[in-house]
Structures are given as structure tokens and as C-alpha cells.
């Protein structure tokens, strides 16, 4: 079993809606959750950060995550066709260099 | 303001050719990461240097090697290219070695093996 899970989709919404998307783990030890948003034929970049549990909130975008459940999201807002892409969620333990990533979920979001 | 770039952007190799892979960054960053990129795969880490020096492996190393040729750059090389090595490379780099540390990407070289 991998340590970090995600649908790979594809998910089509159209314009205006709200969007949920979502990683599960395995391993308690993880500490730090990011969110990557990769558009076509481009590297990844990094959309959100979220140490530990909690909510964190930048513009449309809202991260949370739930330690006790090993689960994070990440929700977009009045959703653009900008915002299609597909996207990666990311994490780490205090003890290592390197990051785990999901597989991604791609994101169509129609006018 | 260039951040992380990859050259060449796409390769197509025949089996057994070999080639190396160029990065380098801009951003005064001490960590460098090799990643491959697949279908239903995800990011998978080959090697990383966490300073200039160091090199250590990561989950699929089979097949590469590194070098770290200072602060800015950062090459992967295919010795004896083979059809299971068609994948999307990205480099990465941060500006500590350190847990949580977010990456920044390259756009990727898309390489072939024929």
C-alpha cells in the first residue's frame, strides 16, 4: 500500500461550483502537508502549505487537514476554467528529506 | 527570473544511447531533487543532494546516476538507456535540507527510448 492516496479523477465541474479534493495517508508520523498545482507540459508548483492539523485559508483556496483521520482536502471556491489542472498533494515526517506525493487528481473545470 | 531550468526539453533515444540531463537553479538553494513523473505513477524521487557534496538515492536510482556539480547545478545521467526509462524528469530544489521543506520545479524534459 502506498503511504499517500488520491483519486486520480478526472473530475469535470463546471464554472462557479465548489470543488473538493482529497489525499489519504497512512503514516501518523507525517507533519507537513502541501498542496501542488501542476498545469500541462509545466513542472509542479506549490499552491498551498499546511503544518500539522488545522484549516488554512488563501483566497479561493481552503487546505485542511485531519491528523486523527489521516485525511486532507483541499477546496477550491467559485471554481475558474483557470483552475484546471491536475493536482498534487504532498507530505513529509520530521525525519526526511523528501516528500511523498499522491498520483494527482485532474481537475476540468468547463465555462 | 528563471527559477529552476531543464535543458534539453524533449529527447528521443534509442535503446542502450546515453545522455545526461541538465539542471540548475537560481535561487541560491542548497537541496537538489530528481524526480520521474508517469501514468498512474505519480512523482517518484530518483536522487537528491541535500548540499554540495552529497548525493544519496531515492526510491528508483536503477539505471541513473548524479552529479553535483556545485551550488547551482545538478545532472542526471543514463548510461544505457532503456524503453522502461520513457518518463517526464523533473528537477526540484529547496533552500534547506530539511522536513517540509516545499520544492520548486522545473518544466520537465521529456525524454523517449526507443
Known amino acids: 500500500q502506498k503511504e499517500v492516496e488520491q483519486d486520480p479523477g478526472p473530475l469535470s465541474v463546471p464554472e462557479g461550483a465548489i470543488v473538493s479534493l482529497n489525499c489519504t495517508y497512512s503514516?501518523?508520523?507525517?507533519?507537513?502537508f502541501m498542496w501542488y498545482r501542476q498545469y500541462s507540459r509545466k513542472g509542479p508548483e506549490l499552491l498551498m502549505y499546511t503544518y500539522s492539523s488545522g484549516n488554512k485559508e488563501d483566497g479561493r483556496f481552503t487546505a485542511q487537514v485531519d491528523k486523527s483521520s489521516k485525511y486532507i482536502s483541499l477546496f477550491i471556491r467559485d471554481s475558474q476554467p483557470s483552475d484546471s489542472a491536475t493536482y498534487l498533494c504532498a507530505m513529509s515526517d520530521n525525519s526526511g528529506y523528501a516528500l511523498n506525493f499522491g498520483k494527482g487528481t485532474s481537475l476540468l473545470v468547463t465555462p | 527570473n528563471a527559477g529552476v531550468t531543464q535543458t534539453p526539453k524533449f529527447q528521443v533515444l534509442k535503446t542502450g544511447q546515453s545522455m545526461t540531463l541538465q539542471c540548475a537553479q537560481d535561487m541560491n538553494h542548497n537541496s537538489m531533487y530528481w524526480y520521474r513523473q508517469d501514468p498512474g505513477m505519480g512523482l517518484r524521487l530518483i536522487y537528491y543532494?541535500?548540499?554540495?557534496?552529497?548525493?544519496d538515492k531515492g526510491e528508483v536510482p536503477n539505471g541513473y546516476n548524479v552529479s553535483r556539480l556545485n551550488k547551482r547545478e545538478f545532472s542526471l545521467r543514463l548510461e544505457s538507456a532503456a524503453p522502461s526509462q520513457t518518463s517526464v524528469y523533473f528537477c526540484?530544489?529547496?533552500?534547506?535540507?530539511?522536513?517540509?521543506?516545499?520544492?520548486?520545479f522545473g518544466n520537465g524534459t521529456r525524454l523517449t527510448v526507443t
Open positions: 526540484a530544489s529547496t533552500r534547506q535540507p530539511e522536513a517540509g521543506s516545499p520544492l520548486h
Open positions: 503514516n501518523s508520523a507525517f507533519q507537513y
Open positions: 543532494s541535500a548540499s554540495e557534496g552529497t548525493t
